[in-house]
Structures are given as C-alpha cells and as structure tokens.
C-alpha cells in the first residue's frame, strides 16, 4: 500500500468543478486510488477517488491535508498523479 498526503489548493476545496478533475484523473489511473481527508492528523473514512460524490462527500475545503492511497504494481504513479493534481490550483 502506497500513501501520500497532500494540501487542498483549490480554493473552494474539493467541491463541483475541482472534485469532477479529480474524479475524471483517478478514474483514468492503472491503480484504484482512495482518498481520506485528515483531522487532527488522522485520517477519516476513505472513499473512492474517482467519485465526485465520494469526493464532495469529504468535506475537504482550501488548505485540508488529505491522504491518497493506492495498491498494487502502480500504486504510487497513481497517487502522485493525484496528489500533484489536488496540490494545484483547480479554480484557474
């Protein structure tokens, strides 16, 4: 299991469009990625990162940290794709 935690930079979170960017990337990755929003520097339930209701559902708003993970032979090309994306500004 590959993990990787990263910061929200969209500036209205993952909601509407940023969380359909999300979806549609993850969606398109070798490896099933999930997603946790941290509190208190533990993560919550995950859910599916290819979906924008599990997306929204998070709750993960500008400056959230949240945690990929991935299994499996791409696990972590996966994430970082991810991640890389969520640390962007999606607003732009």
């Known amino acids: 299991m590959y993990h990787r935690r990263t910061l929200v930079a969209s500036s209205v979170g993952l909601h509407a469009r940023p969380a359909g960017l999300v979806a549609k990337t993850a969606a398109g990755q070798p490896a099933k990625v999930k997603i946790a929003k941290i509190t208190g520097g533990v993560a919550g339930d995950p859910v599916d990162a290819a979906s924008v209701l599990g997306l929204m559902t998070l709750g993960a708003a500008h400056g959230d940290e949240v945690e990929l993970s991935a299994d499996?032979?791409?696990?972590?090309?996966?994430?970082d794709a991810l991640a890389e994306l969520i640390a962007r500004d999606l607003d732009a």
């Open 72 to 79: 499996g032979d791409q696990a972590q090309t996966s994430v």
